[in-house]
């Protein structure tokens, strides 16, 4: 009813599960870290649990994409309420060793699935069983399980099982006839909702897909937060009402009133989640209120600046979105040369009144206030000398070389390569912000694909890791690993589980799994961590002025 009104090709928050609308939480790219580690350690036996329409399904999910055919061979169980004999036909069935119409006896499934199990092994491929909803499963089933996981070479498990579930599944495995099970699953992990920060980059994720023409406010989103206690699911069903509600509004923003008839509509149909009851009020508004604080700043979206290609290495880096940082205190004015006025939409005029040189130092210094950096001033600036200039300051460069979808999942400030037609110098702005599929003023006809990121190397770690580094150095890494929810041992040395931890990380970030720590992967770890300040890119509604 309301796609046609605001533009949508796709309705936003369907409640149907669609690949395209995938966001990945903090929380979510830590659940699948957990769940990649215990699957490449071997480990047997991995929990998955959480709450109603928090994502699990979308964690499963990404992390059967992330398990490639010739690495692995995976089956996925939805209905685990079946008789044990029931349990493992389905198993075999799954992967391929029973057919419906053979009638066999349990023991021969078994002895199937053994010679299976020992086929893969024995050509290297990972042998992972996700079953789904196991809350649900009976103490005979979880035995037939346990079974199974016994299937093992003398130095290694066959199969790695993930169980997931309802937080039920939890008290499920603390009854006293399943602990032995229970003792085997020394990987878990709950999935918490999202927060307030995560909320809002969810909805507008989604409505970005979409491609639509309306945005939420940030006391719209609260409301959303709210009602829905950061679970996806209901995230989607409070904005579904809320766009029916601005539909008959004719209104192009939801603002928190409009939200909050929607919603008041959709809890006249149902029960309340537990924020929205009495009891939880005072969390409820303290939560909120924390969480929106970083939105009452505001930051520049774009201004105009130059930087000259010094390095060639094509950088394309995956999904980090981690919790906003705090916007930084700004360098005294005194520091700063006259910096140019916002050029708005004549931005390319703009730009072709000032040399390639200059601009340079005016792109560093419009990102150098959100790094906490001092500007380059005009006397002596010297563009060869720019990439040594920026170590007293503390900061490091990126190539990249993609397209702009690429370059806002590394969500970073970075500074644009521009081509002009009939212009040879090259021209460049600093990017600090989009709105939608565009730049903010929109420079993509001219974007040359290539971009410039600084970024801070806060504990001055080497620029690249290797298995087999040794020292301080390598302690503090396995640390910062361990600081995003991976299980790894203390130690200095960059061993072969340091590795796989590193392959997990990657996988879980969408970066290349190739076990290296280099500039990429070193960035998206401290973005993956809350006590690290990294700069985002600002995300613009469509109802804002950029001029």
Request: proline share 6%.
């Given at each position: 009813m309301y796609s046609d009104f605001y533009g949508f090709q796709d309705r936003p928050f369907n409640l149907t599960p669609d690949p395209r609308f995938i966001f990945l939480s903090r929380n979510h790219r830590e659940a699948i870290a957990h769940l990649l580690y215990g699957i490449n350690n071997h480990v047997g036996f991995i929990s998955l649990t959480g709450e109603v329409g928090s994502g699990k399904t979308t964690v499963l999910r990404t992390l059967l994409s992330h398990l490639e055919s010739d690495q692995y061979r995976t089956a996925l169980v939805f209905n685990p309420s079946l008789s044990p004999s029931g349990l493992l036909r389905s198993i075999g069935r799954e992967f391929g060793i029973v057919s419906d119409l053979e009638d066999e006896a349990d023991n021969d499934i078994l002895d199937k699935l053994n010679r299976f199990l020992i086929r893969e092994n024995a050509q290297k491929r990972t042998v992972v069983l996700v079953i789904d909803e196991a809350q649900n499963l009976g103490a005979k089933v979880l035995e037939q399980i346990r079974l199974i996981s016994n299937l093992e070479t003398n130095s290694d498990k066959l199969i790695q099982i993930i169980l997931a579930g309802q937080p039920e599944l939890l008290d499920l495995l603390k009854k006293r006839n399943l602990r032995q099970l229970s003792q085997r699953i020394t990987v878990r992990y709950h999935?918490?909702?999202?927060?307030?920060n995560d909320t809002k980059a969810y909805i507008d994720h989604r409505l970005e897909v979409s491609q639509g023409r309306v945005s939420f406010s940030?006391?719209?989103?609260?409301?959303?937060?709210?009602?829905?206690?950061?679970?996806?699911?209901?995230?989607?069903?409070?904005?579904?009402?809320?766009?029916?509600?601005?539909?008959?509004r004719e209104a192009g923003e939801i603002t928190g009133r409009i939200a909050a008839v929607g919603i008041r509509d959709l809890a006249k149909q149902g029960s309340r989640p537990a924020l929205m009851r009495p009891a939880f009020y005072p969390l409820a508004v303290l939560l909120i209120f924390l969480a929106a604080a970083p939105f009452v700043l505001d930051m520049t979206a774009l201004s105009s600046a130059v930087l000259d290609p010094f390095y060639k290495e094509a950088v394309v880096v995956g999904p980090p979105a981690a919790a906003p940082a705090a916007v930084p205190a700004a360098i005294p004015e005194q520091q700063v040369k006259?910096?140019?006025?916002?050029?708005?939409?004549?931005?390319?005029?703009?730009?072709?009144?000032?040399?390639?040189?200059?601009s340079l130092r005016r792109a560093f210094n419009e990102l150098a206030p959100l790094w906490k950096a001092e500007p380059i001033p005009e006397e002596g600036f010297d563009p060869e000398g720019f990439v040594p200039s920026l170590k007293p300051r503390g900061l490091n460069l990126i190539s990249f070389s993609g397209d702009l979808d690429s370059l806002k999942k590394i969500d970073c400030p970075a500074i644009l390569e521009l081509a002009f037609p009939g212009k040879e110098e090259k021209r460049y702005a600093a990017l600090i912000g989009v709105r939608g599929d565009k730049m903010v003023p929109d420079l993509k006809e001219y974007w040359t694909g290539q971009a410039y990121i600084p970024w801070k190397n806060f504990l001055q770690l080497p620029e690249r890791f290797y298995p087999g580094s040794r020292g301080k150095e390598t302690r503090l890494l396995k640390q910062l690993l361990r600081e995003t929810g991976i299980h790894l041992a203390q130690g200095d040395t960059y061993d072969k589980d340091t590795q796989a931890a590193v392959k997990i990380f990657q996988a879980?970030?969408?970066l290349e799994m190739d076990g290296i720590v280099g500039n990429r992967t070193m960035l998206v770890l401290y973005r993956s961590i809350d006590r690290f300040e990294i700069p985002r890119l600002k995300r613009i509604d469509n109802h804002e002025p950029h001029s």
């Amino acid at each position: 009813m309301y796609s046609d009104f605001y533009g949508f090709q796709d309705r936003p928050f369907n409640l149907t599960p669609d690949p395209r609308f995938i966001f990945l939480s903090r929380n979510h790219r830590e659940a699948i870290a957990h769940l990649l580690y215990g699957i490449n350690n071997h480990v047997g036996f991995i929990s998955l649990t959480g709450e109603v329409g928090s994502g699990k399904t979308t964690v499963l999910r990404t992390l059967l994409s992330h398990l490639e055919s010739d690495q692995y061979r995976t089956a996925l169980v939805f209905n685990p309420s079946l008789s044990p004999s029931g349990l493992l036909r389905s198993i075999g069935r799954e992967f391929g060793i029973v057919s419906d119409l053979e009638d066999e006896a349990d023991n021969d499934i078994l002895d199937k699935l053994n010679r299976f199990l020992i086929r893969e092994n024995a050509q290297k491929r990972t042998v992972v069983l996700v079953i789904d909803e196991a809350q649900n499963l009976g103490a005979k089933v979880l035995e037939q399980i346990r079974l199974i996981s016994n299937l093992e070479t003398n130095s290694d498990k066959l199969i790695q099982i993930i169980l997931a579930g309802q937080p039920e599944l939890l008290d499920l495995l603390k009854k006293r006839n399943l602990r032995q099970l229970s003792q085997r699953i020394t990987v878990r992990y709950h999935l918490k909702p999202l927060d307030f920060n995560d909320t809002k980059a969810y909805i507008d994720h989604r409505l970005e897909v979409s491609q639509g023409r309306v945005s939420f406010s940030s006391r719209a989103v609260a409301k959303v937060y709210r009602y829905s206690g950061g679970l996806p699911r209901l995230i989607n069903a409070a904005c579904d009402r809320a766009l029916l509600a601005g539909y008959t509004r004719e209104a192009g923003e939801i603002t928190g009133r409009i939200a909050a008839v929607g919603i008041r509509d959709l809890a006249k149909q149902g029960s309340r989640p537990a924020l929205m009851r009495p009891a939880f009020y005072p969390l409820a508004v303290l939560l909120i209120f924390l969480a929106a604080a970083p939105f009452v700043l505001d930051m520049t979206a774009l201004s105009s600046a130059v930087l000259d290609p010094f390095y060639k290495e094509a950088v394309v880096v995956g999904p980090p979105a981690a919790a906003p940082a705090a916007v930084p205190a700004a360098i005294p004015e005194q520091q700063v040369k006259a910096a140019p006025a916002e050029p708005g939409r004549d931005t390319r005029s703009w730009l072709e009144q000032i040399s390639e040189n200059e601009s340079l130092r005016r792109a560093f210094n419009e990102l150098a206030p959100l790094w906490k950096a001092e500007p380059i001033p005009e006397e002596g600036f010297d563009p060869e000398g720019f990439v040594p200039s920026l170590k007293p300051r503390g900061l490091n460069l990126i190539s990249f070389s993609g397209d702009l979808d690429s370059l806002k999942k590394i969500d970073c400030p970075a500074i644009l390569e521009l081509a002009f037609p009939g212009k040879e110098e090259k021209r460049y702005a600093a990017l600090i912000g989009v709105r939608g599929d565009k730049m903010v003023p929109d420079l993509k006809e001219y974007w040359t694909g290539q971009a410039y990121i600084p970024w801070k190397n806060f504990l001055q770690l080497p620029e690249r890791f290797y298995p087999g580094s040794r020292g301080k150095e390598t302690r503090l890494l396995k640390q910062l690993l361990r600081e995003t929810g991976i299980h790894l041992a203390q130690g200095d040395t960059y061993d072969k589980d340091t590795q796989a931890a590193v392959k997990i990380f990657q996988a879980a970030y969408g970066l290349e799994m190739d076990g290296i720590v280099g500039n990429r992967t070193m960035l998206v770890l401290y973005r993956s961590i809350d006590r690290f300040e990294i700069p985002r890119l600002k995300r613009i509604d469509n109802h804002e002025p950029h001029s």
